[in-house]
């Protein structure tokens, strides 16, 4: 089937549009039809980046050039033009995007209805359709400029979304909120845009440098260049994008925005932005280092490096934070670490013809583990955002607890979604890890039979920082999920006098339920789901003959043998699947069908004493995490406590209590203090000598300034 | 299905069956060694404990939820097929790596400390925690006997690359002193926890599953006892590794669990507890031997 892209291209950039504009319409109805323009448009979206991806349709034409203006000769400026198109690589985000863009749109029909959302709800559902939109579009570019300008929009967009805390607590009575909130709510999206727009300056000049020895701003001209570019010059566009793009990833250290940004926006849209958009600079990451520039060995080094350590970094913020929505922003740029880390060891071996294979496999883990978090973790989102408007926007664990005796169905997902995350078979995130584990491993035998020793210790320690970040994982979904749903609510009766007496509605329920279902099918179809995601590397170079030697790779690999006599394994999903489900019901037949089925309540073991315990008898989930903190009391350091002022909010209290007070620093906040505190005073020094008000200095400024110009033609009219 | 994968599941059955009797071996050759008589037929011991406990019907703390009553099947199940992946008279039905079977640990220890914050008790989260602090040290350090282990089975490198053989028994006697510590920490035997006491304060395990009884209890007990001889049996695999013409036969294999279970119980008798900061200390010491099998592999010639 071919389909004009031109058609397509306009019918969801108007809807999008018309959902993001209709509220300007005083009508009851905007809200829910600007949301169903937008399930509209993402449905559409989905439709075709599915059928683009896995094959099914052609385009008419590879992309769409929307012509700016021709090269005006006059004045020397070169043609000028937006290009869109979709390749099997961009379809498959594109798909993911708008999937997951038409399930947020489903849940939010209810869940902007919440008291803390409705008077909100139409710029919510504006900005939504806004982010949606660009996103797509960025994901769609086909030349540097349209790039940089549907980064920007979308930039915006979603600074839009960020607002939503600020005018939230602006509306509050001022009692209600306290003043480091608000000021934390007024910092985030200031923050945003000041982070966002030190990407883009970073990412405009790896643009500029491709396109100046591309000749060109199409995607086109730089791939076919990439032969072509020197190496140091290359390393420079690396540097550069991995800086842009790791700022926007969240890569550590520039992962602090990350956790102060997204819990500002309204929990409905966390899936979409914190699920799938901020990997769009993953996605630009496979384009840039894979298509327009030649990866050298060393690249991966240093990817895998930082991808390591932020992993490990934000797995351990994310243990330490009480705030259910700030500890999953944390958590989500773990997951881009893990990403990154794959992608890292694909650059490795990339060059390497003989092991280029490995390159693949490590890529694909990539991917997965991208699908996998996206599932997962917007499943977490929307299970916060149920949360969120179940208790009315309390979402400090330490002040939950129990949640899963009145708000079953809720909890259970977060439940799934925390199995899913920490890895555990048979739900999804295990497959990735296990993808990702078994390409590094790999990667160090390979490592061994070159004899080389550096890279070898490298990988070494960087899979063994993955795997603490994974244990660490566990650990802190345990304390996550076992605090806020499980034991007792922690707040008193009167406190929780507001809370919804009911779960949230269906349509809720529905898409948290879809997106539980997709964890289990993930995790035990990965024999369905890998050679489909093969597909979306085919613009990289990802041929048929390396989809063979795929299939045994990903799922047929071999294995460790110690065990089993050196025969060859694989994965057996399909068994380990079978077996667990034979043991589960057996043991459930053991402990539901033989009599005596008497089962009376009792009070839980108090050393014999037949006191109920009270909820202040639970665990806080400070405590929970001291063993953790003293092992690691090295990266924690008390600072100073002077008086300069904190321009990040960088610290965690983990408890009030006067007598012992305990606290967390987020020491990356604490270096931006420094950063910022030493830039401005090193710019106020400037500033006083240079501009010190002085009519006389000003004057001898313009004296200087018509000297030099004068010099400088002169100058040139003699040489040239 | 065929025959051969018959006789595999029948394998499997049996060492999930079996496995209560390697308790009743270890338990046995720690009363001798405290000079208690006992006669051999106690070995039956713990399938005595564990009918007695089918029999009763769990009861219930107040606060507690479906994960709390989902758990020992879990758990069960979760350790129950990792004795699938065991070859013993043929090959195992499950043809697990290690990667695969380090999640299934971790699968089965993050239900049960859940359950432990489930029951809303101060014991549940007391030793749900140090349980997970566990998990932590044996998720790193199993992870590098893992890493060594594959390193010095060669079967991932394109190019296989001869190694010494003088190398290769040091390495993998190391990896082997290596497991020793991850056991210990996996199935929290002395000096990491200690089962028999009966002070709330100290236990670790033992106070998760506090509020587990009657068939419940029964349930986790069998799968802490399959978790025990899981960890045992691999490590006594690990000489087998170690010589790849090694004679491989069901007596061998039995007579390495009887030895294993005779040394962890001689072990036992002879160490005190750790408090729990020193703790990761026992993880240290395994990931240092380790990373020591590692690095000899970078030996030119090795």
Redesign the interface.
């Known amino acids: 089937m071919s389909i004009p892209l031109s058609w397509s291209l306009l019918a969801i950039s108007a809807f999008w549009l018309l959902g993001a504009l209709i509220i300007i319409i005083p009508w009851r109805w905007a809200v829910p039809v600007s949301l169903g323009m937008a399930l509209l448009a993402s449905l559409v979206a989905a439709g075709l980046g599915a059928a683009t991806w896995l094959g099914n349709i052609q385009w008419q034409e590879a992309t769409l050039r929307f012509n700016l203006w021709d090269g005006l000769d006059v004045m020397a400026l070169p043609p000028l033009s937006l290009e869109f198109g979709l390749d099997a690589l961009s379809a498959f985000f594109v798909f993911l995007v708008s999937a997951f863009s038409a399930l947020v749109a489903i849940y939010s029909f209810r869940a902007l209805q919440a008291p803390h959302f409705r008077p909100y709800a139409h710029w919510i559902a504006s900005a939504f359709n806004l982010f949606s939109w660009t996103t797509v579009l960025v994901i769609m570019a086909q030349d540097g400029f349209s790039l940089l300008i549907c980064l920007e929009l979308m930039t915006l967009s979603f600074g839009y979304l960020a607002l939503y805390k600020h005018f939230l607590y602006q509306d509050e009575p001022e009692h209600a909120v306290d003043t480091d909130t608000r000021r934390k709510a007024r910092l985030a999206p200031q923050v945003y845009l000041m982070t966002s727009h030190t990407s883009t300056a970073l990412l405009v000049l790896a643009v500029l440098l491709l396109s100046i020895n591309a000749h060109g701003l199409g995607y086109q001209a730089w791939r076919d260049n990439a032969g072509n570019l020197s190496t140091s010059l290359m390393a420079a566009i690396f540097l550069l994008s991995l800086a842009g793009l790791g700022i926007r990833a969240g890569l550590t250290p520039a992962h602090i925005w990350v956790s102060l940004v997204h819990p500002s926006s309204p929990t409905t849209t966390h899936a979409l932005s914190l699920g799938i958009a901020i990997k769009v600079a993953i996605y630009l990451m496979y384009r840039f280092f894979f298509q327009f520039l030649s990866p050298q060995e060393w690249w991966g080094y240093v990817l895998l490096v930082v991808a390591a350590l932020t992993a490990l970094v934000n797995v351990w913020y994310a243990i330490s934070s009480h705030d259910l929505k700030e500890a999953l922003a944390y958590h989500s740029i773990e997951n881009i670490g893990i990403i990154c880390a794959g992608i890292g060891l694909a650059l490795i071996f990339w060059q390497d013809e003989f092991h280029r294979p490995l390159a693949f496999v490590a890529l694909v883990a990539s991917l997965y583990h991208l699908l996998n978090h996206a599932v997962f973790k917007g499943l977490l989102y929307l299970a916060t955002g149920a949360i969120d408007n179940l208790t009315h926007n309390v979402v400090d664990i330490e002040r939950l607890g129990g949640l899963i005796y009145a708000y079953r169905f809720t909890a259970s997902m977060f439940l799934i979604g925390s199995f899913s995350i920490a890895g555990f078979p048979p739900f999804n995130g295990f497959i990735s890890e296990w993808l990702t584990l078994r390409a590094g491993l790999n990667s160090l035998s390979v490592l061994v039979s070159q004899a080389s020793i550096i890279p070898f210790l490298t990988v070494l320690t960087c899979l063994l920082l993955l795997v603490a970040s994974f244990a660490l994982t566990a650990f802190c979904f345990y304390k996550m999920a076992g605090v806020a749903l499980l034991g007792m609510p922690r707040l008193p009766e009167k406190e929780r006098s507001n809370w919804e007496g009911k779960d949230v509605p269906l349509s809720m329920r529905g898409v948290m339920g879809l997106m539980a279902g997709l964890c289990l099918l993930l995790g035990i179809l990965p024999g369905l789901i890998a050679p489909q995601l093969v597909k979306a590397f085919v613009p990289l170079g990802m041929s048929q003959g390396y989809l063979l030697s795929m299939n045994w790779m990903t799922l047929g690999g071999v294995g460790i043998t110690a065990t089993n006599g050196g025969e060859a394994m694989q994965l057996p999903v399909a068994t380990l699947a079978g077996l667990m489900v034979a043991l589960t019901v057996s043991a459930l037949v053991l402990q539901r069908a033989l009599p005596p089925h008497a089962r009376r309540p009792d009070i839980p073991w108090n050393c014999g004493e037949p006191i109920m315990a009270t909820p202040l008898h639970q665990y806080t989930s400070g405590a929970l995490s001291y063993s953790l903190r003293k092992l690691f009391a090295f990266v924690n350091p008390q600072p100073s406590s002077g008086s300069a002022p904190d321009y990040l909010p960088s610290r965690f209290v983990l408890s009030h209590s006067p007598a012992n007070p305990q606290q967390v620093t987020e020491v990356f906040r604490h270096a931006y203090n420094h950063l910022i505190r030493t830039l401005l005073g090193f710019s106020n020094r400037f500033g006083e000598k240079t501009q010190n008000g002085d009519i006389r200095r000003y004057l001898q400024y313009v004296f200087w300034a018509d000297l030099i110009i004068i010099l400088i033609y002169w100058l040139t009219s003699l040489f040239l | 299905m065929n025959l051969l994968r018959l006789l595999s599941l029948v394998q499997g059955l049996l060492l999930l069956v079996g496995a209560p009797a390697f308790l009743g071996w270890l338990n046995w050759w720690k009363a001798r060694l405290t000079r208690r008589r006992r006669p051999l037929t106690c070995v039956v011991q713990p399938y005595r404990d564990l009918i007695k406990l089918?029999r009763l019907?769990?009861?219930?703390?107040?606060?507690t939820?479906?994960?709390f009553?989902l758990t020992?099947?879990?758990v069960?199940?979760?350790y129950?097929?990792l004795l699938?992946?065991?070859?013993f008279f043929t090959?195992?039905?499950?043809?697990?790596?290690?990667?695969?079977i380090l999640?299934?640990l971790?699968?089965a220890?993050?239900t049960l400390?859940?359950a432990?914050?489930?029951?809303?008790?101060?014991?549940?989260?007391?030793g749900?925690?140090?349980e997970?602090?566990f998990?932590?040290l044996t998720?790193?350090s199993f992870?590098?006997v893992?890493?060594a282990?594959?390193?010095w089975?060669?079967?991932?490198?394109?190019?296989?690359?001869q190694s010494n053989a003088l190398l290769r028994i040091v390495a993998l006697l190391a990896v082997i002193l290596a497991f020793f510590p991850v056991i210990l920490l996996e199935a929290r035997r002395l000096p990491v926890d200690n089962l028999e006491t009966h002070l709330?304060l100290t236990m670790a395990g033992k106070a998760v599953g506090?509020?587990f009884s009657g068939?419940?209890l029964?349930?986790v007990e069998w799968a802490e006892t399959n978790k025990l001889f899981f960890m045992v049996a691999?490590w006594s695999?690990?000489p087998l590794?170690l010589f790849?013409q090694a004679p491989?036969s069901v007596f061998l294999s039995l007579l390495l669990w009887l030895l294993a279970g005779a040394f962890l119980a001689w072990w036992e008798q002879r160490t005190p507890k750790l408090r729990?900061?020193r703790v990761?200390s026992v993880a240290q010491m395994s990931l240092l031997l380790s990373l020591f099998a590692?690095l000899v592999?970078?030996i030119?010639g090795g």
Do not use: C
């Open positions: 089918l019907p769990a009861t219930y703390a107040k606060p939820s479906w994960v009553r020992p099947v879990i069960f199940a979760a129950g097929s699938f992946t065991l070859p090959r195992p039905l499950l043809a697990a790596d290690l990667v695969l999640y299934l971790g699968l220890r993050f400390s859940l432990g914050l489930d029951s809303a008790s101060s014991f549940g989260g007391l749900s925690n140090r997970m602090f998990h932590f998720e790193i992870f590098a893992i890493l282990l594959w390193l089975s060669n079967v991932g490198a394109a190019a296989p690359t709330e506090l509020e068939r419940d029964a349930l691999l695999q690990l590794a790849e491989r729990l900061g990761p590692i592999r970078l030119p």
